[in-house]
């Protein structure tokens, strides 16, 4: 069979990422463009600033990728674009290279869904496995997804409010971390003990997922140590936090895998870099002989990697958009 090779796009968010894969399961280049570094002052990142930046940036990153890679754009088969959900302003600047591009090369545009980038980054470490659960943790979205093939998804469930990415960086900014407060969250987290009381968000029969219940029990209770003249440890609140924060996705993976008999699990997206999740996974599956699937901490994050790499598969699948695609900041994945 004829190799495929796959250039992917990405920017839904603050990244400008273009790679390409072939086979979707083999990484030959990837350049990104961060812009942690310009969003750091204002806490959280801004929609029209980061859309300027990736207007910038799309071109040299894209000239980047294919020098690093020693190819054309001849040479690749086709062109994979996230197409949403994200920043619609974002979204659109990549949409719009990605259809050039496939316009001026004739090359089949490949409409892929950025959750389904997060799940694909798995086909980069080994086969994928069905069926399986893929567990989707970022900062848009948590949501367990029951998969029995290739480009075949099932939503068990998600978040009823906010993400657990989004919760992570709202306690973050609760403990004065510096933004992306996340990862500096997990970081704190190691050095402190469980010592502060939190409920655990929604624990009932449900694939669904609640967080918003948490933060604000954070909140209050940061306010309430403030008002008493304690002395908050954050060290001692990161750690309280991510154990109830891991215990609710824990619980639910759990639920799933025995209602559904499932065998094999992957995690996908920007929290499945946290250690404390990982590890718990880790402990999870192998106390219920489940394999499991956790890419590199640099396919977990926003990466145009993952979605050429999903890409390919929506290449077999037949699936193809023409010039009219649009950007839609709130996709389903189908």
């Known amino acids: 069979m004829k190799d495929i ?3 992917g796009i990405e920017s839904s968010c603050d990244e400008t990422s273009v790679s390409i894969v072939k086979n979707g399961t083999e990484e030959i280049a990837t350049v990104i463009s961060s812009q942690i570094d310009i969003h750091k002052d204002f806490g959280g990142v801004v929609p029209e600033i980061a859309s300027r930046h990736h207007v910038k940036n799309i071109t040299i990153v894209l000239e980047e990728c294919l020098n690093k890679a020693n190819m054309k754009i001849e040479d690749v088969d ?26 001026i090369y004739n090359k089949p545009l490949i409409p892929v869904h950025h ?9 980069l470490v080994k086969e994928m496995e069905f069926p399986l659960l893929a567990v989707v943790v970022s900062g848009g979205h948590t949501e367990l997804i029951e998969m029995t093939d290739h480009y075949k998804f099932n939503k068990l469930g998600g978040t009823l409010d906010d993400a657990i990415g989004e919760c992570y960086d709202k306690v973050a900014r609760v403990m004065d971390l510096e933004y992306p407060g996340g990862p500096k969250l997990d970081k704190l987290a190691l050095k ?11 624990k009932d029969d449900s694939y669904n997922f609640s967080f918003s219940g948490l933060k604000s029990a954070v909140i209050n209770l940061a306010h309430n140590e403030e008002q008493r003249g304690n002395e908050l440890r954050k060290e001692d609140l990161a750690a309280s936090f991510q154990k109830v924060a891991v215990e609710s996705i824990t619980l639910k ?7 559904k008999g499932i ?7 920007g929290v499945a870099a946290n250690n404390i999740l990982r590890k718990a996974m880790k402990d999870l599956t192998d106390e219920l002989n489940v394999k499991l ?6 396919y977990c994050t926003d990466n145009a990697t993952m979605i050429a ?8 699948d037949g699936r193809r958009a023409d010039y009219y695609l649009n950007s839609a900041s709130s996709a389903k994945l189908n």
């Open 5 to 7: 090779y796959v250039l």
């Open 192 to 202: 402190g003990k469980v010592t502060y009381k939190l409920p655990i968000p929604l």
């Open 263 to 269: 065998k094999n699990v992957i995690i996908a997206g």
């Open 309 to 316: 790499a999903a890409g390919y598969y929506a290449y077999l």
């Open 78 to 103: 086709a062109i994979a674009i996230t197409y949403g959900p994200g920043l619609i302003g974002s979204l659109l600047i990549g949409l719009e290279a990605a259809k050039t591009l496939a316009f």
């Open 253 to 259: 993976v759990r639920k799933a895998i025995l209602d």
């Open 115 to 123: 959750i389904a980038g997060h799940i694909y980054a798995n086909s």
């Open 293 to 298: 699937s956790i890419p590199p901490i640099k």
